[in-house]
C-alpha cells in the first residue's frame, strides 16, 4: 500500500506547502526574517497546494519566509526522506504519509513531538493512532481521508438499469451485463503501466476481512495470519477472476493512472478499482465528469461484511534537527495548515474524498462521490486499511497483484508469494514471531 | 624510461644520499600520496565498508550484525533465480549481437562507400544519448496500442506484439533496445580494428585467387580478434550489471518478468533493506568477476598465440 498510498496522498493532497519559514525569529527577538523550508511531493497538486499555503501564511507572518522543496513520491521519495533524517539534513518541515510509512521513519528519535499543540484536540481518534507512537503525536494532517474500493461511472449504471452491488457475485453479474450490452464498455478498469494501481482489489478488500476476522491485522502483525488462507486470500482470488472473464479493458498492461481516470470520466470503462482521490485527477483533467462518478467499496461474499476500506490522510511533520527559532515557525506553519485560511485552500486545491481527520470541514461544493463514501461512515460500515493498523507491508505486491492480472501468477501462488514477502520487512522492523 | 633517466639527473644534481631512493621508485613517495588518499576514502573505505554493512540489518538509523543471513535471504528471493537467468540471457544476447552486427557493420563502413564518415557517426549518435532517454523514447514508440510501431505495423494488417508488456517479448525488446544503443562503440572498435590490417595482405590473396568470403574468413576475421576480445569483454560487462535501461523501460515487469540481479536489488534498497541489497551488490560482484577474469584470461590466451 504504501506506493498507492504514496501516489494517492501525492496527487489528493499533496499540497503541503513549502514551509520556508523566513527567519522569523519565533515571535519577535530581534525583528529579523527566519526562513524555513517545507518539503513537499512533485504529483500535482501537491507543490500548488505547497505554494498557496506558503503564500496565504507569509501575507499572515510577514517575519516568516517559506521556501518550497520538492521530492520524488514512491519508493525513491522514502529513501530520500531516510536519507535526509539520518544525516540531519531534512527540511524543516516535510508531507509523508502516516501510518507503517512513518512508523519506519524511527518518529521517537527522529521527530519533534507536537502533542501539546492547539490543533491536536481536533484530531479524529481514526488519525491520532497513525501518527502517532506510545510517546507521543508527530504529524498534523494535510488533505482528508479517502477510500478505497471502486469508483464507478453512474451513466453507465443508468444506462444498463444497474444498481449497486452488494455482494461479489452481484458485482460479477453487472459486469457480465456491461460486457454483454454496454456497447464496447470495459467492465473494469486496471492501469498496470503505473503498478500500484494494481493492488487496490487486494487492499481496498481489507475492510472486507476484517468485517470477518477482526483480530486479523493484528494476528497478522504476529505472524499468526496469511494472505494465502481465506479470508485475505479472496482479494487475489477476486482479481484473478476478473482476469479470467476478460473483463479489462484492452490496453490494461500499458494503461497508466491518468488514462483509468479519463476512461472511468468518460464512461469507456464502468468500474475502477481505485482510491476516491482519484476524483482528484478527474477534476483537473475532465472537470465536467466529476459528477457522473461514484462510489461503492469492493464487495464481500457477504452484503453484510461488505465495509468500505478507509485511508487516513498523509500529514505534516518536523524533524529534530530543526531547533531554536527555524522550530517556531515551522510550529506556526504546521498550525496554519489547519487553519480557516489553511482549510480553504484545502478544500479549494485537494478536493476532500473522504471526511477530514482535522479542523477542516467539506464544503457542499465537494464532489457528488463523498456522499456515497460518508454513507459508508454513517452506517457504521468502514475500516482503516491494513497499513495504518500494521507496520507489516512487503515492497513487491504491486508485481504479484500485477502478475495475478496479467495471468502469469495464480492468486493463491501470488499470495503466499507475497506472504513469503513481507518477511522481510517484519524482520527489517526487528518484529517479534518472524 | 627517459622519466627515470630525468630523474636520475634531478637526484644527482641534489645530493648522492637520496639518489638511491630515488632510483628505486621512480617518483618520491609524497608524489603518490594524493591519489593513495582519494584511492582509500572513496574505493578502499567503501568497499570494505560495503562487506561489513552486507553483514547487518540496517536501518540508515541504526545497525544489527545477523551474520550471513541477508546472502541467506537474497538468494531465497524469489525473484532472483528469475533475475539470475535473465542477466545471463540478456548478457549474452546483447554481446553476440554486438560482436556480429558491429562486424558487420565495420566491413560495411571501411568499404568504399558514398558519405562514409557521415554514415559512420550516425552508427555512433545512440550511444551519445543518454540511456533514460532511449529508454522513455522507446517505451512510446513500441506502445502496444498507441506506439507509432505497432501503428504502421497495423497498417500492413499485421498486429504487432505487446514489446514491454508481454512477458514472453519484454525482456528481449530490451536487449533489442541495447543493441541499437550500444552498437556504434562495438562498430566503432571493429572499425579500428579491420583499419589496422595491412592491405598487403588482402592484395596477396587477391592473387591467390581468394573470393571476397574467403578474404573476410582467413584475414580479416582472425586480425580483428583483438578487437573482438575487447567488445565482448565491454559489452558482457556491460550486459551483465545492466541496469538503467531495464528500468526505465519496464521497471523488471510486468511482474518480474524482466528482472536481472541489478534490478532486484535495486528494488531491496528501494525497499529500505539496505544490508539486504549491500548483500546483493557483493554477490553481482562476485558473479560478473566469476565470469568475466577467465573469459578476459582466455581470450587474451588466444591473443598472445597468435
Known amino acids: 500500500m504504501s506506493r498507492a498510498t504514496r501516489h494517492r496522498v501525492a496527487v489528493a493532497a499533496a499540497a503541503v506547502p513549502l514551509l520556508a519559514l523566513a527567519g522569523c525569529s519565533s515571535s519577535g527577538d530581534d525583528g529579523g526574517t527566519t526562513e524555513i523550508t517545507f518539503l513537499t511531493t512533485n504529483d500535482a497538486p501537491n507543490p500548488e497546494t505547497a505554494d498557496a499555503l506558503i503564500e496565504a501564511f507569509e501575507a499572515e507572518h510577514p517575519d516568516i519566509s517559506v521556501s518550497v522543496e ?61 501518527v502517532s507512537t506510545d510517546n507521543g503525536i508527530y504529524g498534523a494532517p494535510l488533505g482528508a481521508s479517502f477510500a478505497g474500493g471502486v469508483v464507478y461511472n453512474k451513466r453507465v449504471y443508468e444506462d444498463l438499469g444497474l444498481t449497486v452491488p452488494e455482494t461479489w457475485d452481484e458485482f460479477m453479474a453487472n459486469n457480465e451485463t456491461i460486457a454483454a450490452e454496454g456497447d ?82 468518460e464512461g469507456e470503462g464502468a468500474h475502477y478499482p481505485m482510491l476516491s482521490n482519484v476524483i482528484q485527477t478527474i477534476l483537473q483533467n475532465t472537470p465536467d465528469a466529476v459528477d457522473d462518478i ?82 459508508y461512515f454513517d452506517a457504521g460500515k468502514t475500516a482503516n486499511a491494513l497499513e495504518f493498523i500494521s507496520p507489516v507491508k512487503g515492497p513487491n505486491l504491486e508485481q504479484a497483484t500485477v502478475e495475478v492480472g496479467s495471468g502469469i501468477r495464480t492468486a493463491e501462488d501470488a499470495a503466499a508469494f507475497y506472504d513469503q514477502d513481507v518477511e522481510k520487512q517484519a524482520k527489517q522492523l526487528g518484529l517479534e514471531g518472524w | 624510461m627517459s622519466a627515470t633517466t630525468e630523474v636520475r639527473a634531478a637526484g644527482r644534481r641534489r645530493t648522492t644520499a637520496r639518489t638511491s631512493l630515488t632510483q628505486r621508485a621512480t617518483y618520491p613517495s609524497w608524489f603518490y600520496l594524493p591519489a593513495g588518499v582519494l584511492y582509500l576514502i572513496f574505493f578502499a573505505v567503501p568497499t570494505f565498508a560495503s562487506f561489513w554493512f552486507s553483514l547487518t540489518r540496517w536501518t540508515l538509523f541504526d545497525t544489527e550484525f545477523i551474520g550471513l543471513e541477508n546472502y541467506i535471504q537474497f538468494f531465497s528471493e524469489p525473484q532472483l533465480s528469475r533475475g539470475f537467468v535473465n542477466t545471463l540471457v540478456y548478457g549474452f544476447v546483447t554481446s553476440g549481437a554486438k560482436v556480429v552486427l558491429g562486424l558487420a557493420l565495420a ?60 512477458p514472453s517479448t519484454a525482456l528481449l525488446t530490451i536487449a533489442a533496445v541495447d543493441v541499437w544503443k550500444g552498437l556504434g562503440i562495438a562498430t566503432l572498435i571493429y572499425i579500428a580494428g579491420i583499419v589496422a590490417i595491412p592491405q598487403e595482405y588482402y592484395e596477396a590473396a587477391r592473387v591467390d585467387g581468394a573470393g571476397r568470403w574467403q578474404q ?14 575487447t567488445v565482448i569483454i565491454l559489452s558482457l560487462i556491460g550486459g551483465l550489471r545492466s541496469f538503467d535501461l531495464i528500468w526505465a523501460t519496464t521497471g523488471g515487469g510486468p511482474g518480474f518478468t524482466s528482472d536481472v540481479i541489478a534490478s532486484v536489488i535495486y528494488k531491496q534498497y528501494q525497499a529500505g533493506f539496505y544490508g539486504l541489497s549491500t548483500a546483493g551488490n557483493v554477490i553481482l560482484f562476485l558473479v560478473v568477476t566469476a565470469i568475466m577474469v577467465p573469459l578476459s584470461m582466455l581470450l587474451n590466451r588466444k591473443e598472445v598465440e597468435r
Open chain 1, 70 to 130: 520538492i521530492r520524488p513520491g514512491g519508493t525513491e521519495g522514502d529513501n530520500l526522506i531516510k536519507t535526509r533524517l539520518s544525516t540531519g539534513e531534512m527540511a524543516d518541515v516535510f508531507f509523508y504519509n502516516s501510518g507503517s510509512l512513518l512508523q519506519a521513519l524511527n518518529p521517537d528519535s527522529t521527530l519533534v513531538e507536537l502533542g501539546d499543540q492547539e490543533w491536536v484536540g481536533s484530531l479524529t481518534e481514526e488519525f491520532v493512532p497513525v
Open chain 1, 184 to 265: 464496447g464498455v470495459a467492465p473494469v478498469i486496471q492501469t498496470y503501466g503505473e503498478t500500484w494501481t494494481s493492488q487496490l482489489f487486494v487492499l481496498g478488500d481489507f475492510a472486507n476481512v476484517t468485517a470477518v476476522d477482526p483480530e486479523w491485522a493484528e494476528q497478522y502483525t504476529a505472524h499468526q495470519r496469511f494472505y494465502a488462507d481465506e479470508p485475505a486470500l479472496l482479494g487475489f482470488q477476486h482479481q484473478q477472476e476478473v482476469a479470467e472473464e476478460g473483463f479489462f479493458n484492452e490496453d490494461f498492461p500499458s494503461a497508466t493512472f491518468p488514462d483509468g481516470a479519463r476512461m472511468v470520466a
Open chain 1, 294 to 375: 461514484g462510489f461503492f467499496a469492493l464487495p464481500a461474499t457477504d452484503a453484510e461484511n461488505t465495509q468500505a476500506t478507509i485511508w487516513q490522510p498523509n500529514a505534516v511533520y518536523i524533524p529534530r534537527s530543526t531547533e531554536g527559532a527555524e522550530l517556531e515557525a515551522a510550529k506556526e506553519f504546521v498550525a496554519f495548515v489547519n487553519s480557516d485560511a489553511g482549510c480553504d485552500i484545502q478544500n479549494e486545491l485537494l478536493p476532500p474524498a473522504g471526511p477530514y481527520a482535522g479542523t477542516c470541514e467539506v464544503l457542499d461544493s465537494a464532489p457528488a462521490l463523498l456522499d456515497d463514501i460518508q454513507a
Open chain 2, 107 to 166: 566491413v560495411l563502413l571501411t568499404s568504399q562507400l558514398v558519405g562514409r564518415g557521415y554514415l559512420r557517426s550516425v552508427v555512433f549518435f545512440p550511444v551519445l544519448v543518454s540511456t533514460i532517454g532511449v529508454g522513455i523514447t522507446f517505451t512510446a514508440l513500441l506502445d502496444p496500442f498507441d506506439g507509432v510501431v505497432n501503428t504502421v505495423l497495423a497498417a500492413f494488417g499485421i498486429e504487432g506484439p505487446g514489446w514491454f508488456t508481454d
Open chain 2, 216 to 229: 573476410f574468413r582467413s584475414i580479416t576475421l582472425p586480425l580483428v580478434q583483438p578487437a573482438t576480445a
